[in-house]
C-alpha cells in the first residue's frame, strides 16, 4: 500500500548534477583567494611517506603532455567516487589503507522529460518502491523535478531485475513495477533526453583513521571518503 505522509522535518534540493556543481562553482569563484586552474588532471601527489608538498597535474590548455606541479601546505581530495588516492597513495609508500564496500548490485537508468504543463512547478517527488516482502529482484522508480520545468525519471533494479538502457524498453519497465504511477506520468511528458545507465551504486569506505601510517598535509572529503548509494543523497 501507500506510505502514510509525515510531518516535514526536512526538505531535499532536486537539481541535476550541472546546476548543482555550476552554483558550487559560482560561489566558490566570488572567493577573491580561489583561483581556478581548468582543464586539468592530478596524476600523482607530490611528497612521500611523511607529508604531501603538492600534486602533479596534465594541462591540457598548455599543449599535450604538458605537466606541471602545483605546491601546497594543503591538498583536498574531493574528486569524488572514481578517486585515485588508493593508486596515489601507494606511489608515496604508504601503507594501503583499510576499504568495505557493501554492493547490493544496484543499477539505475535514467531519463529526462519535459512535464506537461502545469506540472512543471511545485510537482512533489514520486517514488515506487520494491516490496521487500517478494521473494524477487528489488525493482523501484523515481520521479524528481529539476529546473527547467523538467522530470528526471529513474528506475532501479537489483541483479536479475536491472533496469535496461535501451529506449524502448525504459516504458516497459516502468509499466511493470507493483503500482503504473510513474509509467502513467512518464506518457504525459516528452523524453528530452537517451537513457544514462549506471551501476556504480556500491556503498566504499576508506578508514583513514585506522591507517598504520597518514602523511600530513592530506585530508580526504567527500565521496573520496565514503560513496554511497546516490539515492540516499550523500554524494
Same mark, same amino acid.
Given at each position: ?14 537539481? /541535476? ?35 604531501? /608538498? ?24 574531493? /574528486? ?107 506518457? /504525459? ?47
Amino acid at each position: 500500500g501507500w506510505q502514510h505522509r509525515f510531518p516535514e522535518t526536512q526538505f531535499m534540493i532536486t537539481a /541535476t548534477r550541472d546546476l548543482t556543481d555550476w552554483t558550487v562553482r559560482d560561489q566558490a569563484l566570488r572567493q577573491e583567494r580561489v583561483r581556478l586552474l581548468q582543464e586539468c588532471e592530478v596524476r600523482e601527489l607530490l611528497g612521500g611517506p611523511g607529508r604531501v /608538498t603538492g600534486v602533479r597535474v596534465a594541462t591540457a590548455g598548455e599543449g599535450p603532455g604538458t605537466v606541471r606541479d602545483l605546491p601546497a601546505d594543503l591538498v583536498v581530495d574531493c /574528486t569524488g567516487r572514481a578517486s585515485r588516492l588508493r593508486q596515489w597513495l601507494a606511489a608515496l609508500g604508504v601503507p594501503a589503507v583499510p576499504e568495505e564496500v557493501v554492493d547490493s548490485g544496484l543499477a539505475y537508468a535514467t531519463r529526462l522529460y519535459e512535464a506537461p504543463p502545469g506540472a512543471r512547478e511545485g510537482f512533489p517527488v514520486v517514488n515506487v518502491f520494491s516490496d521487500y516482502r517478494a521473494p524477487v529482484p528489488g525493482r523501484s522508480a523515481s520521479l524528481v523535478p529539476v529546473e527547467g520545468g523538467r522530470w528526471m525519471i529513474s528506475l532501479t533494479g537489483t541483479r536479475g531485475g536491472r533496469p535496461p538502457r535501451r529506449e524502448d524498453e525504459f516504458d516497459a519497465f516502468a509499466r511493470s513495477l507493483r503500482s503504473p504511477l510513474i509509467a502513467r506520468l512518464m506518457a /504525459t511528458a516528452r523524453p528530452l533526453t537517451g537513457v544514462q545507465g549506471s551501476s556504480t551504486a556500491a556503498n566504499r569506505r576508506f578508514y583513514c583513521e585506522r591507517a598504520t601510517a597518514w602523511p600530513d598535509g592530506l585530508v580526504v572529503l567527500g565521496d573520496s571518503l565514503v560513496a554511497f548509494n546516490p539515492i540516499y543523497g550523500h554524494g
